[in-house]
């Protein structure tokens, strides 16, 4: 889902809020990206749809919106063998329902740029989820969504370097680019500032890998001229040596595909 899309989304969503509360037939729910049914004292259709999540307890006849998350775009719904049901609002992150009082809870919303679309569980290890996000990867928790890693397996520094340039990531950059590169989360700011730019994923999501190892020291050392907030890190003591060894730790996020297509090459790997 790209920024554009989702701000067009929210800007609509915003224009209907007035709408909050209020039961509508079918023909007038927003548009739907992924639907379940919640079969805990009765049926429940939820829709996941571009304003949000919407329920109904009429067979879909009518709706009304879900006061958690009303306005944001949210991607996905999917209830899994436990009785569980899951969604992902945009800003709001992953969220699970409280079938008591059907309430709505944000269990993670460390995703970065990351949109689920899809979620599956089985009867056997009800603690292990497997989502696939918006770039078509597939990501995995095993303890009911409250961490996430790479269905290839957590990640582990191996070399000196690697180790050495995920220290300094942790320290100076993970808090805008996120937990192993994931990128920045979407915030309210985000999606209605268009002047705001985002801190991009870089692990192979995103497009780190269409640079050189040169060209990333140097944006790392010397900042960015399209924001401010990525400053020149050679004037807060990061030195060339700390620059190659981020650089060493960044690519080890990276799959063999973007190690192979690194830089210019990388238009031939499109």
């Known amino acids: 889902m790209h920024k554009a899309k989702i701000l067009l989304t929210l800007f609509?969503?915003?224009?209907?809020f007035g709408s909050q509360g209020a039961e509508i037939p079918l023909q007038q729910l927003p548009k739907i990206n992924d639907f379940a049914i919640v079969d805990s004292e009765g049926e429940q259709y939820i829709a996941a749809t571009n304003q949000g999540l919407y329920h109904s307890h009429d067979h879909g006849h009518s709706w009304r919106a879900h006061k958690t998350g009303f306005g944001l775009p949210a991607a996905m719904v999917a209830t899994t063998p436990d009785g569980s049901t899951y969604a992902f609002v945009?800003?709001?992150?992953?969220?699970?329902?409280d079938g008591k009082n059907n309430q709505w809870k944000t269990i993670n919303n460390r995703f970065g740029s990351q949109v689920l679309q899809q979620l599956s569980a089985t009867r056997?290890?009800?603690?292990?989820?497997?989502?696939?996000n918006h770039?078509?990867?597939?990501?995995?928790?095993?303890?009911?969504?409250?961490?996430?890693?790479?269905l290839r397996g957590p990640?582990?520094?191996?070399?000196?370097?690697?180790?050495?340039?995920?220290?300094?990531?942790v320290e100076k950059c993970q808090s805008c680019h996120g937990v192993d590169g994931v990128g920045?989360?979407?915030t309210r700011q985000v999606l209605t500032d268009k002047n705001y730019v985002m801190a991009p994923a870089l692990d192979e999501s995103a497009h780190a890998w269409h640079h050189t190892d040169e060209q990333l020291a140097k944006s790392i050392l010397e900042g960015s001229p399209r924001t401010q907030r990525m400053m020149a890190w050679k004037d807060a003591?990061?030195?060339?040596?700390?620059?190659?060894?981020?650089?060493?730790?960044?690519?080890?996020?990276?799959?063999?595909r973007e190690l192979d297509c690194q830089g210019p090459k990388h238009m031939e790997c499109m």
Not at 124 to 132: C, D, G, H
Not at 137 to 146: H, P, R
């Open 237 to 256: 003591d990061v030195s060339d040596d700390d620059a190659r060894d981020l650089v060493a730790y960044i690519k080890s996020l990276w799959t063999q």
């Open 12 to 16: 609509l969503a915003l224009a209907a």
């Open 184 to 186: 920045e989360t979407y």
């Open 90 to 97: 945009v800003t709001l992150g992953l969220l699970k329902l």
């Open 135 to 150: 770039y078509g990867k597939l990501i995995v928790s095993d303890n009911y969504g409250d961490d996430w890693h790479k």
């Open 155 to 169: 990640y582990h520094p191996r070399t000196d370097a690697e180790k050495r340039g995920q220290s300094i990531y």
């Open 124 to 132: 056997w290890t009800p603690s292990r989820l497997v989502a696939r």
